[in-house]
């Protein structure tokens, strides 16, 4: 019998709240440590906290997004734990009756589908850092107080690969939302691990969990790595310690960092400070009718609807920011999508890698790139000159109206023109036309690139391939 894996995800979200959850600090991420946190979020004597309603209404948002439940009145606690960037001693966190619970998410490995049950999401705030150079220690507090929400997961998932596809869906979520602006490496979207291993048909078993996993690649080898160790270890008759342990990525594998404490190591108790959040059913309608469209729905419009290639659907629905510029730039255009979207996967994409940009400062605007495919489409321009006014509106020359205007780029497409054209290559190439009179056809290319050539590419090649096959015959 060979082992099974198990899998648990609790995923720290945090929330783009321009200001903290229980007070009005910043939470801009960058500025100089300790300049950010304010008496709320160091606890000093005196002070109250004020719940940020922004935060509340995030939390109903993802609650609905995974047709969780909502709670209608939902409590926050003091988690009590000594640590040197927690200065008030305590995190204030929802404990019992968490906002969010009982949601789902669906997930895609491979070609099977597969939905993973989430137990719990709920509110809480986060503890400042820890910074450690060379001999000493120090503690930067900016990041107190900034609002999480910590998604908790069922132990549904039984690969490293379902862990990625889950935490990855999740991700993509939460930035469609516009929650969480998800950039891990700053730690807004961080990933605890737990993991145990069993024979099938066993009862789980001993879990670890690996704490602050910030990139996809990193909760794949945690995870692999966990479970190998789990394995050796069992197979070697011995026991797993149910313990917390860190994932180091240099050394590509996972250390104990303490054992595991249990919720009444906590002693959690009601915030005296804190009044319990109470939403309403009109709050709740509210904001179920601002959803956007979500990933899974805007995918299958893309496949249906709007007729693409679904590797097209899929890579234009990974980003937020991208299917939002796909979406406007379908409305401004009047030509098939599948067009509009070649061109968003290839001569967009290129040139943002190219330059190291994000869509949203392309200089090429959606309304823009519509109406170069538009031309291509009308005819006024070839799709190889459509590549010239792409670098030239890239390099804001201009709309690709007024590029075609000024470089004079429209397409040569007078049939007497390009009969003259055609007849002048005849005349120029007597060989080739002899080879492909005597069955050759391939020098067929070599004449329709002399015709190009003397329309300086604004003719259409089909065109010219047509006028060449009628001359020759
Ligand atoms: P805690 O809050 O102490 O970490 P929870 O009961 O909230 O404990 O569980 C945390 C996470 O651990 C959840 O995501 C859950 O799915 C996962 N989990 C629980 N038991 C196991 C197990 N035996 N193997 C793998 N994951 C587990
Ligand atoms: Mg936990």
């Not at 600090?25 to 719940?51: E, K, M, R």
């Not at 190998?228 to 240099?250: H, K, N, S």
Request: with cysteine.
């Amino acid at each position: 019998m060979t082992w099974e894996t198990v899998i648990g995800l609790e995923i720290h979200v945090q929330l783009a709240t321009a200001s903290k959850i229980f007070s009005s600090a910043s939470t801009a991420y960058g500025a100089p440590p300790n300049t950010q946190a304010c008496g709320v979020d160091l606890g000093l004597p005196g002070v109250l906290p004020v719940i940020n309603q922004t935060a509340v209404e995030m939390a109903i948002k993802l609650g609905l997004a995974i047709e969780a439940e909502i709670a209608v009145r939902s409590i926050f606690a003091r988690k009590n734990y000594f640590y040197p960037d927690l200065p008030k001693g305590y995190q204030i966190s929802q404990f019992e009756d968490p906002i969010v619970s009982n949601g789902k998410l669906s997930i895609n490995v491979g070609d099977h589908a597969k939905q993973i049950r989430i137990l719990r999401a709920h509110l809480e705030e986060d503890a400042g850092k820890s910074v450690h150079e060379v001999n000493h220690t120090g503690v930067d507090l900016n990041r107190a107080g900034t609002p999480l929400i910590e998604v908790v997961s069922e132990p549904d998932m039984t690969s490293a690969a379902e862990a990625v596809a889950y935490m990855r869906t999740l991700h993509l979520l939460v930035r469609t939302l516009e929650i969480c602006d998800g950039n891990m490496q700053e730690g807004s979207f961080r990933c605890d691990a737990n993991v145990s291993v069993r024979k099938p048909g066993e009862p789980l078993g001993t879990r670890t969990e690996t704490k602050n996993l910030n990139s996809f690649r990193f909760v794949e080898r945690a995870i692999d790595f966990e479970v190998e160790r789990q394995i050796d270890i069992l197979e070697a008759g011995g026991a797993i310690e149910q313990e917390t342990r860190l994932y180091d990525p240099d050394n590509d594998e996972t250390r104990t960092m303490r054992s595991k404490e249990d919720a009444h190591d906590y002693r959690y108790f009601p915030d005296p400070d804190l009044l319990p959040v109470v939403v309403s059913a009109e709050q709740i309608e509210k904001i179920r009718e601002q959803l956007p469209e979500l990933p899974p729905l805007r995918r299958q419009r893309y496949i249906d609807v709007l007729g693409l290639k679904t590797e097209d659907a899929d890579t234009l629905v990974s980003d937020p920011l991208v299917a939002a510029y796909f979406d406007t730039a379908v409305d401004a255009s009047n030509s098939e999508p599948a067009k509009v979207a070649n061109w968003v996967v290839g001569d967009l994409f290129g040139a943002l890698k190219k330059y190291d940009i994000e869509i949203d400062e392309s200089p090429i605007s959606a309304v823009y790139l519509a109406q170069l495919v538009d031309r291509i489409s009308d005819g006024t321009i070839s799709g190889k000159i459509a590549k010239t006014v792409f670098e030239a509106v890239w390099e804001r020359e201009g709309s690709p109206d007024e590029v075609i205007k000024n470089r004079g780029l429209t397409q040569v497409t007078d049939d007497s023109l390009i009969a003259s054209v055609v007849a002048e290559v005849i005349s120029e190439n007597p060989d080739q036309v002899e080879q492909f009179k005597a069955g050759k056809t391939k020098v067929m290319g070599f004449l329709v690139g002399q015709a190009m050539k003397k329309t300086k590419g604004q003719a259409n090649p089909k065109q010219i391939n047509e006028a060449l096959q009628k001359a020759l015959v």
